[in-house]
């Protein structure tokens, strides 16, 4: 099946720092999404994102199908942006099964 | 809004006492999925639901099954719970993959399942 690699494991930032975080995946894919899981484990959808480049704010994010990575930007962050994000794909073949990477677990400091 | 609904938020059980962990959905999507996530680890498929075809990953345990009785509502089921199943429980719903390929995935804000 397919294989999701994120990295870095875990970011520390001062607040109002840039940060991006990358996602590697080993198939085509037809899914791509990015989540922000906060402290009381509720996992926030930030990104459908199979391909192109999207924002939200103070967010962004871009994929590169062809290449199999996507990338989330994470500009002037707030310690609300701190928690764990995961990228998950799933591939063309098959149905549709979301496969999670180990997540970046970010720490932004005041 | 339309969303997805888990119920309850905290959920303890003891040792071998079945449990069900609920779901609903207004948005009348036709695939509803169950993960498990347990502490620092990253969340994983269960099982899904295609309408009423019941879809189960090879190495789920025998001791997890699901219901899923209408569109609306997606039931898990844990016959005899042991301590290595307390883990954040999640459950997502997606429209059916059209021509166009594939469909986001929407998530409840999960079931915390803990074992006594």
């Known amino acids: 099946g397919i294989q999701v690699e994120q990295s870095p494991p875990d970011l520390i930032l001062q607040e109002g720092a840039n940060s991006t975080l990358r996602c590697n995946f080993s198939?085509?894919?037809?899914?791509l999404q990015w989540f922000h899981q906060n402290p009381w484990g509720q996992l926030i959808n930030l990104f459908y994102?199979?391909?192109g480049t999207k924002q939200n704010g103070r967010l962004s994010a871009t994929t590169v199908a062809t290449e199999r990575y996507s990338l989330l930007y994470i500009s002037s962050s707030q310690t609300t942006d701190s928690g764990v994000y995961f990228c998950?794909?799933?591939?063309?073949?098959?149905?549709?099964?979301?496969?999670f990477g180990t997540g970046t677990r970010l720490l932004v400091s005041p | 809004d339309a969303m997805v609904i888990q119920n309850p938020r905290y959920q303890v059980t003891q040792f071998g006492k079945p449990v069900t962990l609920s779901c609903s959905q207004t948005?009348?999507?036709?695939?509803m999925y169950w993960y498990q996530q347990k502490s620092s680890q990253a969340p994983k498929l269960l099982f899904h639901?295609?309408?009423?075809?019941?879809?189960n990953e090879a190495d789920t345990p025998d001791n997890f099954q699901s219901r899923r009785p209408n569109t609306s509502f997606c039931f898990l089921d844990i016959r005899s719970p042991g301590l290595g199943d307390a883990a954040m429980y999640l459950c997502?719903?997606?429209?059916?993959?059209?021509?166009?390929?594939?469909?986001?995935?929407?998530f409840g804000d999960g079931t915390r399942l803990s074992i006594l």
């Open positions: 994102i199979p391909s």
């Open positions: 998950a794909a799933s591939s063309n073949t098959g149905f549709q099964k979301l496969v």
């Open positions: 948005l009348n999507h036709n695939v």
């Open positions: 639901y295609y309408d009423k075809d019941f879809n």
């Open positions: 198939d085509s894919v037809n899914n």
């Open positions: 997502a719903t997606s429209s059916s993959p059209g021509w166009k390929g594939g469909q986001p995935q929407h």
